[in-house]
């Protein structure tokens, strides 16, 4: 069974830094995005930050030269190094994960969510 396991979730002051970490275990299938969502009180969900299985990541406007993606591939897991962070990255934060069957069939996982704030 599919299975993301988040960690790393907590309260920090304005400015302060903290590491999202998501481990995923019992896909069989090839996974090809890793990635972080958020989601805060009364918004949608929104991409934070991808990276590809060929290390290629993409940025959400409002976190570029604050935040980094990284992944380890062999060990199915993906962090998320946020620095310089501000009250309004406050949100419940979701690792996801894309995989393919085959070529075409995309199957999408999603972690039970991590409470960030970010409050002085």
């Known amino acids: 069974q599919a299975q993301l396991v988040e960690s790393g979730g907590g309260l920090v002051q304005p400015g302060g830094s903290l590491r999202l970490s998501c481990a995923a275990s019992g896909i069989i299938f090839n996974i090809n995005i890793m990635g972080w969502y958020r989601q805060a009180p009364g918004k949608q969900r929104e991409l934070v930050a991808d990276?590809?299985?060929?290390?290629?990541?993409n940025y959400a406007d409002s976190v570029k030269g604050r935040f980094t993606i990284s992944a380890d591939n062999a060990e199915n897991t993906v962090y998320l190094q946020m620095n310089n962070l501000k009250p309004e990255d406050t949100a419940v934060y979701f690792c996801h994960v894309r995989a393919f069957e085959g070529d075409y069939i995309p199957y999408d996982y999603w972690g039970q969510g991590t409470q960030v704030t970010v409050s002085s």
């Open positions: 990276i590809t299985d060929g290390g290629i990541t």
